[in-house]
């Protein structure tokens, strides 16, 4: 891949991990044009980091050029690409945020950068219910944006199954591209690369630290025209992070209501609290940008299915013995009829063998 004067400086300077992100925008600003890192750094830097980098500063000009070119090939070899502020495809609505990454390193189809982009988000404690509903309102957004979330277990993990099968998937990960987290999700990150696009602001041999997973966040929130948060605590939630920074921007929030009680949706009733949108439906989400959602064939139910799915939406979550006596069923009846509105995505199993209508 071709990459012009000032691409190929920046790249370099992104690679710096000696210097922090302000150090770095203020080399950027003082060079005025980016490529002249490579070839002025001898002035540029003394003049702006002043606290004894010197390993930094003692780069010669030959090394410099070096390391650009070997950084290059090295991403090529990979099958990575690296997109910077300068760029052309760079996307728009990150670049007016305060804070936006320097370089963004990709695996997968670039293409889906200049697509209408939507995010979803949830804990990793995501109840099943609610797991269940976000994959179907990430499917049926997905034939209308390309899903933004990360790779982590329960609402990310929702949002990727519900998108992926259409190819219209941007995971951002808190790491280079050589990692993942979490390490179990390895095959799921490589299938995430085949369809969709895998997004990191960090060279690729960068490991994941402690304090890179809410700066990923604002990623998340700043390539997104809105944030759907399906699952969040009120206190320490990424979630909540994200959806902060969705405002902050000024995007649409979106998040599932919860019972009262339900400690992991919490925050998202303090979001819905505080003005973001309640969705029960992504058409809910889908009206907000004048779009409607896809048609869609209802499924066809038996008596029993038709009784069982009546009773579950009237008493809220039953076991399945509770479900079975109020229906006149016996059990092995009801679990059978339950499975069947399971497949049918009507019905979700929450643990215990009690189920809840969908």
């Known amino acids: 891949m071709e990459y012009t004067a000032e691409e ?14 302000r150090g770095k925008i203020a080399l950027l600003r003082a060079a005025k044009d980016p490529a002249k890192l490579l070839t002025d750094w001898e002035k540029i830097f003394p003049a702006v980091i002043k606290d004894g980098k010197g390993r930094v500063y003692n780069i010669d ?18 099958g990575y690409f690296a997109l910077t502020l300068v760029s052309g495809d760079y996307p728009e609505n990150l670049k007016v945020i305060s804070d936006p990454p320097l370089v963004l390193y990709g695996a997968g189809r670039r293409e889906l950068l200049k697509r209408r982009r939507f995010c979803i988000v949830g804990s990793r404690m995501t109840p099943p219910w609610a797991e269940k509903q976000a994959r179907t309102f990430s499917e049926k957004l997905s034939s209308r944006f390309v899903i933004v ?8 993990r929702a949002a990727i199954d519900g998108a992926l099968d259409s190819g219209n998937l941007i995971s951002v990960l808190p790491c280079g591209l050589d990692h993942c987290y979490p390490q179990a999700h390895i095959s799921l990150k490589e299938k995430i690369r085949s369809r969709g696009l895998l997004l990191s602001e960090y060279p690729p041999e960068t490991p994941s630290k402690k304090f890179y997973f809410p700066a990923r966040n604002r990623i998340l929130a700043g390539l997104s025209e809105g944030v759907l948060v399906v699952s969040a605590r009120e206190n320490r ?3 909540l992070i994200t959806a902060g920074h969705a405002a902050e921007y000024g995007r649409d929030v979106f998040a599932f209501p919860y019972n009262i009680g339900f400690t992991q949706g919490s925050g998202c009733n303090e979001l819905i609290k505080k003005g973001a949108y309640l969705v029960t439906g992504a058409e809910d989400i889908l009206s907000v940008y004048g779009m409607e959602a896809p048609a869609q064939q209802r499924a066809a139910l038996t008596d029993g299915e038709r009784r069982i799915l009546q009773i579950l939406r009237a008493n809220g979550e039953l076991h399945a ?6 229906c006149g069923m016996s059990i092995p009846e009801a679990a059978a009829t339950l499975a069947s509105l399971e497949m049918k995505n009507l019905v979700v199993k929450a643990g215990g063998n009690r189920y809840s209508a969908l």
């Open 237 to 239: 939630s990424g979630a």
């Open 8 to 21: 190929r400086a920046m790249i370099w300077l992104n690679s710096l991990s000696q210097i922090e992100y």
């Open 61 to 78: 000009r030959a090394s410099r050029e070096k390391q650009a070119d070997g950084i290059l090939r090295s991403l090529e070899e990979k």
């Open 149 to 156: 979330t990360g790779l982590a277990e329960g609402g990310d």
């Open 321 to 326: 013995a509770k479900a079975a006596q109020l």
